[in-house]
Nanobody, 113 residues
Framework: QVQFVESGGGLVQPGGSLRLSCAASGSIFSTNIMDWYRQAPGKQREWVALITINNNPNYADSVRGRFTISRDNAKNTMYLQMNSLKPEDTAVYYC???????WGQGTQVTVSS
């Protein structure tokens, strides 16, 4: 069973940056479209970004131009570089393949002054 481990979250001021990482067992990154999601308190989980097998990215309108998704297949790791963070980006961030399988614990991102 695939297990995802997200890391890199934390507390950051508005306008700041964070880089999230997603690690998984096996060669799942090279053979699947991969997604980042987030879930804010009291809200449903929402899709944030994807990266295709050919490394083509796509983003939710709310993060386009501020977030960058990437991956290193050799390291079985995916990243989400988040710049110009806003308070509304506060959420627990998760990664998964498409279609999603089991969910990891996520990593908390809090944007606050």
């Amino acid at each position: 069973q695939v297990q995802f481990v997200e890391s890199g979250g934390g507390l950051v001021q508005p306008g700041g940056s964070l880089r999230l990482s997603c690690a998984a067992s096996g060669s799942i990154f090279s053979t699947n479209i991969m997604d980042w999601y987030r879930q804010a308190p009291g809200k449903q989980r929402e899709w944030v970004a994807l990266i295709t097998i050919n490394n083509n990215p796509n983003y939710a309108d709310s993060v386009r131009g501020r977030f960058t998704i990437s991956r290193d297949n050799a390291k079985n790791t995916m990243y989400l570089q988040m710049n110009s963070l806003k308070p509304e980006d506060t959420a627990v961030y998760y990664c998964n393949r498409r279609p999603p399988v089991s969910w990891g614990q996520g990593t908390q991102v809090t944007v606050s002054s």
